[in-house]
């Protein structure tokens, strides 16, 4: 039976999630992209934040309090693998999804108080003084690096599932989950809504820092 | 001392005689005053710097003048901070973001220093033309040179 798992406004995320962080990646570092760098690095900021919030109020599939568990379920879950058929994230994806979230908000944000002691200050890098800046800028450089291990390790998942036989990929186009097992079809929210929390979102820290 | 340290030495050294320039070696004789030295010149470029970049990003609205004025002391401060990097300013201290590489690969950090007044020179040059279009890109030509040159020579 197919299920429909993600709403729109998840799916579309997702690959503006994509479309952003490579943008981030290609801009990032390089002198002459700096006022584009920071320009994306607030909208991956407004669409975090989104994300984060529809995990609370958005679909059941989306929310943080239907896939995140314990260690204990995640113990379970690896020693038997097929004896829960999770709705959305299994309990081990789930953690990589906060992991990256995690890193990807910290990214973000370290970046609003970034200084390159040559001339350019984030959005809010004069509200701490330098030794912060300094900091700041340091684990900004670094953190990148475990977000790219992350990205790594969810592109083979990937892979593993596909070689496997499941198409995750397609999933996150269509929002629909192929299973012989029957499945509860979850309570979903109109994507609409995640997308005008969305522009909220990009208005107000647009209008802030941008 | 390595040999080929010991012929940039008398190379600069024959150098300086036979131009009959009498550049002294720098007044320090201790680390943690050629660091600051130097570090005060660098930070007055980054201000000066600063304000064109605002201008130069149109953060701040274009000042001809003004605009001038700052690229010219960058300049001259671009020939202020480099000979503390010699003598006791060798001396790795705490304070300093020097990284111990610049003494290894001297002439690489003296080709970029000259590369970098050059670049200076060509932005206060571009500056008299009051004209952004012509002044921007010599601009990021600077800020090219501060960054590469940060890269691998100074402490994150």
Same mark, same amino acid.
């Given at each position: 039976?197919?299920?429909?798992?993600?709403?729109?406004?998840?799916?579309?995320?997702?690959?503006? %999630?994509?479309?952003?962080?490579?943008?981030?990646?290609?801009?990032?570092?390089?002198?002459?992209?700096?006022?584009?760098?920071?320009?994306?690095?607030?909208?991956?900021?407004?669409?975090?934040?989104?994300?984060?919030?529809?995990?609370?109020? =958005?679909?059941?599939?989306?929310?943080?309090? !239907?896939? +995140?568990?314990?260690?204990?379920? +995640?113990?379970?879950?690896?020693?038997?693998?097929?004896?829960?058929?999770?709705?959305?994230?299994?309990?081990?994806?789930?953690?990589?999804?906060?992991?990256?979230?995690?890193?990807?908000?910290?990214?973000?944000?370290? =970046?609003?108080? !970034? /200084?390159?002691?040559?001339?350019?200050?984030?959005?809010?890098?004069?509200?701490?003084?330098?030794? +912060?800046?300094?900091?700041?800028?340091?684990?900004?450089?670094?953190?990148?690096? =475990?977000?790219?291990?992350? +990205?790594?390790?969810?592109?083979?998942?990937?892979?593993?599932?596909?070689?496997? =036989?499941?198409?995750?990929?397609?999933?996150?186009?269509?929002?629909?989950?192929?299973?012989?097992?029957?499945?509860?079809?979850?309570?979903?929210?109109?994507?609409?809504?995640?997308?005008?929390?969305?522009?909220?979102?990009?208005?107000?820290?647009?209008?802030?820092?941008? | 001392?390595?040999?080929?340290?010991?012929?940039?030495?008398?190379?600069?050294?024959? %150098?300086?005689?036979?131009?009959?320039?009498?550049?002294?070696?720098?007044?320090? !004789?201790?680390?943690?005053?050629?660091?600051?030295?130097?570090?005060?010149?660098?930070?007055?470029?980054? /201000?000066?710097?600063?304000?064109?970049?605002?201008?130069?990003?149109?953060?701040? /609205?274009?000042?001809?003048?003004?605009?001038?004025?700052?690229?010219?002391?960058?300049?001259?401060?671009?020939?202020?901070?480099?000979?503390?990097?010699?003598?006791?300013?060798?001396?790795?201290?705490?304070?300093?973001?020097?990284?111990?590489?610049?003494?290894?690969?001297?002439?690489?950090?003296?080709?970029?220093?000259?590369?970098?007044?050059?670049?200076?020179?060509?932005?206060?040059?571009?500056?008299?033309?009051?004209?952004?279009?012509?002044?921007?890109?010599?601009?990021?030509?600077?800020?090219?040179?501060?960054?590469?040159?940060?890269?691998?020579?100074?402490?994150?």
């Amino acid at each position: 039976m197919k299920v429909q798992v993600w709403d729109g406004f998840i799916r579309g995320f997702h690959w503006l %999630l994509l479309v952003t962080f490579a943008g981030l990646w290609y801009t990032g570092g390089n002198i002459d992209f700096i006022d584009q760098h920071e320009l994306l690095g607030l909208f991956m900021l407004a669409l975090l934040l989104t994300r984060i919030m529809w995990g609370f109020v =958005g679909s059941e599939s989306a929310r943080f309090s !239907t896939f +995140v568990k314990g260690p204990v379920s +995640v113990w379970r879950y690896l020693r038997d693998k097929s004896a829960t058929t999770p709705l959305t994230h299994n309990p081990i994806g789930a953690w990589s999804v906060i992991a990256l979230l995690t890193l990807l908000l910290a990214q973000a944000l370290t =970046g609003l108080f !970034t /200084d390159d002691a040559i001339f350019y200050q984030g959005p809010l890098a004069s509200w701490v003084d330098n030794d +912060v800046n300094r900091l700041l800028t340091r684990y900004h450089k670094q953190i990148i690096d =475990g977000i790219l291990i992350l +990205v790594a390790i969810h592109i083979v998942a990937i892979f593993v599932y596909r070689i496997r =036989g499941t198409a995750l990929t397609w999933t996150m186009v269509s929002g629909k989950r192929q299973t012989s097992e029957p499945l509860a079809q979850p309570k979903l929210v109109h994507g609409a809504w995640g997308y005008g929390l969305l522009a909220v979102n990009c208005l107000w820290i647009y209008l802030w820092l941008g | 001392m390595t040999l080929s340290r010991t012929l940039c030495f008398i190379a600069t050294l024959s %150098l300086c005689l036979s131009l009959l320039n009498t550049a002294q070696a720098n007044p320090f !004789t201790d680390a943690e005053d050629a660091v600051k030295y130097r570090q005060q010149a660098l930070s007055m470029m980054r /201000d000066n710097f600063g304000i064109m970049s605002a201008m130069a990003r149109g953060d701040r /609205d274009y000042d001809a003048e003004q605009f001038k004025q700052r690229a010219k002391a960058v300049y001259h401060l671009s020939y202020i901070p480099w000979d503390a990097f010699q003598g006791v300013g060798e001396r790795v201290t705490e304070n300093s973001d020097a990284l111990p590489v610049i003494w290894e690969n001297w002439s690489d950090f003296e080709s970029r220093i000259s590369n970098f007044q050059q670049a200076v020179q060509e932005l206060v040059e571009a500056a008299d033309s009051g004209n952004m279009r012509e002044i921007r890109p010599k601009f990021m030509t600077v800020a090219r040179n501060c960054q590469q040159c940060h890269q691998g020579y100074r402490a994150d």
